[in-house]
């Protein structure tokens, strides 16, 4: 069946920190990845994406994500948090040419000023 | 670029009370998405739309749920009659085709009675 499985419900850390955030996916074929990033009260945004290409993603405000095909992992990461990152990540995988996302539970980050 | 529009913010009605909820994607975006967003579930696909169309409604979760996109610039959730189950936060989702990103709108905050 296909899935995401976001390994930690909740993370906390305290400012300047290193994050990884684990991400692993169950899909058969080729993988479209997505980080997503929700602040509290907000809507969902895009952090970043793998398409094809560079399995090391570069998204906004710092954050990066590693592809590794083998693993079925797209882990999160992010050398130095801010207070202002606390928020709820999600992970999301669909196939290559599916418009359906599957979508992880969620990580709950709280970073402590 | 003004995003995906979403109304009302908030709703709060009595439970057998009819509720509408609007969507206005980003304009050129041909696809649209229906999420719900509980704790217990996370998140979830209701209805997907390509060129207007639905294509996937698998998710809608009864009858009194119904979506529809009279045009390429708005669509409407229903629920009717409400029941207090159905308390969540309704997300809408648009993306330039099935395979790009999805834009969130900041979604309807649904309380139940």
């Known amino acids: 069946a296909q899935s995401v499985s976001q390994h930690n419900h909740h993370v906390i850390l305290s400012e300047a920190a290193s994050l990884e955030l684990g991400c692993n996916y169950s899909?058969?074929?080729?993988?479209?990845l997505f980080w997503y990033v929700q602040y509290p009260g907000q809507h969902l945004q895009l952090l970043l994406k793998y398409f094809s290409g560079d399995p090391l993603v570069k998204g906004i405000k710092g954050f990066e994500a590693e592809f590794i095909k083998s693993k079925f992992s797209f882990n999160l990461r992010k050398p130095s948090v801010q207070w202002s990152d606390t928020a709820e990540y999600f992970c999301?995988?669909?196939?290559?040419?599916?418009?359906?996302?599957?979508w992880g539970a969620g990580t709950k980050l709280i970073i402590k000023p | 670029d003004a995003g995906v529009i979403q109304s009302p913010r908030h709703e709060v009605t009595e439970m057998g009370q009819e509720v509408t909820l609007r969507c206005k994607p980003i304009s050129g975006h041909n696809s649209l998405f229906w999420y719900r967003q509980t704790m217990m579930r996370g998140l979830e696909l209701l209805i997907y739309f390509n060129n207007n169309v639905p294509i996937d409604d698998s998710g809608m979760p009864e009858d009194r749920f119904s979506a529809k996109m009279p045009n390429a610039s708005f669509s409407t959730l229903k629920i009717q009659p409400s029941e207090p189950r159905d308390s969540a936060v309704y997300f809408c989702a648009s993306s330039p085709d099935m395979n790009q990103p999805q834009h969130f709108g900041d979604g309807t905050r649904l309380s139940i009675l």
């Open positions: 899909y058969g074929g080729t993988v479209n």
């Open positions: 999301a995988v669909k196939g290559n040419s599916n418009y359906q996302l599957i």
